[in-house]
Nanobody, 121 residues
Framework: VQLQASGGGFVQAGGSLRLSCAVSGIIFSIDDVEWYRQAAGKERESVAVIASGGDANYADSVKGRFTISLDNAKNTAYLQMNSLKPDDTAVYYC????????????????RGRGTQVTVSS
């Protein structure tokens, strides 16, 4: 199972970006997806998590500004980021948990390279 995050870039404060997290391979299911970020010199922070049923949770720092979604048909999760602030500058990563195809439906956890988000003031 492979995972590819994309959509980062450079944006001014108040702007928006949409990150994508594409999961590929022998996937039977995606049970949940987490977006997390790590800024230079800071600890990793969980930003948002969504379960396959659609239940989502957000860090207090992004509530009301970020929206996580999951398109099961495309095996892709998204993070819509609005009203971006300089404090949102970080490398954003996604992680997916689910089950593989085939007998046994073994669980997997997939992580990919991050995508850089830079917000200027």
């Amino acid at each position: 199972v492979q995972l590819q995050a994309s959509g980062g870039g450079f944006v001014q404060a108040g702007g928006s970006l949409r990150l994508s997290c594409a999961v590929s391979g022998i996937i039977f299911s995606i049970d949940d997806v987490e977006w997390y970020r790590q800024a230079a010199g800071k600890e990793r922070e969980s930003v948002a998590v969504i379960a396959s049923g659609g239940d989502a949770n957000y860090a207090d720092s992004v509530k009301g500004r970020f929206t996580i979604s999951l398109d099961n048909a495309k095996n892709t999760a998204y993070l819509q980021m609005n009203s971006l602030k300089p404090d949102d500058t970080a490398v954003y990563y996604c992680k997916a948990d689910g089950r593989t195809t085939g007998w046994g439906h073994y669980p997997y956890t997939a992580r990919g390279r991050g995508t850089q988000v830079t917000v200027s003031s």
